[in-house]
């Protein structure tokens, strides 16, 4: 069923490769009675410090997935900031969405015990704010997009999410989103003798639109990152075992209305035929455990542009040392303001509409803090 928010979403050019979607000419603006749908857990670092990163990662990922399900589109503009997501929505969806956010607030409250904010802001007072919300798309695999948006505008919707503004109360006790596909099935990602590192890179005060993209390339180059340099992701795709950790998680978002012991069940048999499957490789019809995997990597948003870089990147000592430097070179010039967290593991969160299909989605943090980590240590 195609939408007006897909329609639009399907219509905008695909930037073939990431650093071109730094070149913000190419970026459409929003429609002027477009919304913002934005989540954020609160107290997510608490939660994070407390082990409760998968947690928090599923909270994020739950309103695209939902929103994503409700509209019957996955051509929709979204970004996953970790402890929380965006989700762009034309006028004509926007009801709906309001009750996908009211659902997952209920959802997250009493089946993930976080408290999960939610606003649908208006495009039309970020302009009025001084910010704008542009939008390019920005292949990542053959089968998947994400989306560049710059202007300052969803950055701006944050803020007055976290201020309280447009509030989404939540939905009536027992109210449910449709979070069919969600799952966080692989093994935490990590690698001997390297570090995780969440990275947040915004303009500076002194960077010009043209300055930013410059040292975003820059930034880039030094990373060798029109491949996939710097990816915590194996070229064979992420691992699993079982038993899986994230079931209980899963079981509790994705149950309906299965008691939550019938729907751990159910995954634990699901979960343990998937184990057998990829363990030994076998291909059930068109089903190739090895490409579903390798694909799942490709499929990884482990770098997006939002109002600046966000990416959660694998480097040893040295490359860690040559990315601080850097960056602080830019910053001392005041051409960038950033933040990093550096974390032992990543975790992947995962919407999968089907497995037969390579369009599948993975969402990437880090285990350690991730990006609410690195916002919280962003140096101006």
């Known amino acids: 069923?195609?939408?007006?928010?897909s329609r639009f979403a399907l219509s905008l050019a695909t930037a073939s490769h990431f650093s071109a979607a730094l070149?913000?000419?190419?970026?459409?603006?929003?429609?002027?009675?477009?919304w913002i749908a934005a989540t954020d857990v609160v107290r997510s670092r608490d939660a994070?410090?407390?082990?409760?990163?998968?947690?928090v990662n599923m909270a994020g990922v739950s309103m695209i997935s939902a929103a994503m399900n409700a509209l019957g589109e996955f051509d929709v503009p979204y970004a996953f900031g970790g402890d929380g997501a965006i989700v762009a929505i034309a006028e004509g969806e926007a009801g709906l969405i309001r009750e996908v956010l009211a659902k997952t607030v209920t959802l997250a409250r009493e089946e993930m015990d976080l408290e999960l904010r939610a606003a649908l802001v208006p495009v039309a007072r970020l302009r009025a704010d001084g910010f704008d919300v542009r939008v390019e798309a920005v292949r990542i695999s053959d089968a998947i997009r994400n989306f560049a948006f710059s202007g300052g505008g969803v950055s701006h919707a944050e803020h007055l999410l976290k201020a309280g503004e447009y509030a989404v109360a939540a939905a009536a006790p027992g109210e449910r989103p449709d979070l069919t596909g969600l799952s966080c099935r692989w093994t935490p990602i990590?690698?001997?003798?390297?570090?995780?590192?969440?990275?947040?890179?915004e303009p500076g005060s002194a960077a010009s639109k043209?300055?930013?993209?410059?040292?975003?390339?820059a930034f880039l180059e030094l990373l060798g990152m029109e491949g996939d340099g710097a990816s915590p992701i194996?070229?064979?795709?992420?691992?699993i075992q079982w038993p899986v950790e994230g079931v209980e998680l899963e079981a509790r978002a994705t149950r309906g209305k299965l008691s939550v012991a019938a729907m751990r069940r159910k995954l634990n048999v699901q979960t343990f035929l998937a184990w057998l499957i990829f363990k030994t490789g076998i291909r059930i019809g068109t089903f190739d455990p090895k490409v579903y995997q390798r694909v799942t990597g490709q499929n990884t948003d482990f770098r997006k542009l939002q109002d600046g870089l966000r990416m959660t990147l694998s480097f040893d000592e040295a490359q860690l040392r040559q990315v601080e430097a850097f960056l602080e070179d830019l910053?001392?010039?005041?051409?960038?303001?950033?933040?990093?967290?550096v974390q032992e593991k990543a975790v992947l969160t995962c919407f999968v509409p089907s497995v037969t299909d390579d369009a599948h989605f993975h969402f990437l943090d880090g285990a350690g803090g991730g990006y609410a980590g690195a916002a919280s240590a962003m140096r101006e």
């Open 48 to 55: 994070i410090a407390a082990g409760r990163y998968k947690a």
């Open 331 to 341: 910053r001392s010039r005041k051409l960038v303001r950033y933040g990093l967290c």
């Open 210 to 217: 043209t300055g930013f993209t410059e040292s975003g390339r």
């Open 1 to 5: 069923m195609e939408t007006e928010t």
């Open 23 to 34: 070149d913000e000419t190419a970026h459409i603006p929003l429609p002027e009675d477009w």
């Open 234 to 239: 194996p070229p064979a795709g992420p691992g």
């Open 190 to 201: 990590s690698a001997a003798g390297r570090k995780i590192v969440s990275i947040i890179v």
